[in-house]
Every structure is written in structure tokens, then in C-alpha cells.
């Protein structure tokens, strides 16, 4: 792997580690202090399975935008070192 492209990787990767451990700091306050009452009312009514899936799908389609940008970064890694050669 050539030295920038390595470099940008570590850098990314460790900005997008702060940025989910900064969110994550940031969000426990307002998760913690949640209203049981609605979970209540949503399971009651039966809509919290909607909410679920659409937690799902959502995650679902990170994460697969997640797959395919690591496969076109694979790609172009390959593409620099066959380049350099």
C-alpha cells in the first residue's frame, strides 16, 4: 500500500473513531433519560416492530454502503500499486 494512501486510511480511521466516540458521549444523556411511556405505548399498539425495522433497513444500508466503499478503496489500492510497478 502506498505511504499517502496508508496514512489517509490511519487518519480516517481514527477520525471516524473520535467522531463515533465523541456521538456516542453525546448521545448517552439524552438515551439514558428516555421516557419508558412511549416504548409502553408503542409496544401496546404494536408499533414498535415498524420501528425496529426501520432501524433495521437503515443499518442494513450502512452497512452495505460500508461493504462497496471498502471494495472500490480495495480496488483503487490495487489499481496505485500495479501503477507504481
Known amino acids: 500500500m502506498p505511504a499517502k494512501l496508508d496514512l489517509f486510511m490511519?487518519?480516517?480511521t481514527s477520525l471516524l473513531f473520535?467522531?463515533?466516540?465523541?456521538?456516542?458521549i453525546l448521545l448517552a444523556p439524552v438515551?439514558?433519560?428516555a421516557q419508558?411511556?412511549?416504548?409502553?405505548n408503542f409496544r401496546g399498539e404494536g408499533k414498535i416492530y415498524v420501528v425496529?425495522?426501520?432501524i433495521l433497513i437503515i443499518l442494513t444500508g450502512f452497512f452495505y454502503l460500508l461493504y462497496r466503499l471498502d471494495k472500490k478503496t480495495?480496488?483503487?489500492e490495487k489499481e496505485i500499486s500495479q501503477n507504481e510497478d
Open 31 to 33: 438515551v439514558s433519560e
Open 10 to 12: 490511519n487518519h480516517f
Open 18 to 24: 473520535r467522531l463515533t466516540f465523541l456521538f456516542t
Open 36 to 40: 419508558v411511556e412511549m416504548a409502553d
Open 74 to 76: 480495495k480496488r483503487l
Open 52 to 54: 425496529i425495522a426501520i
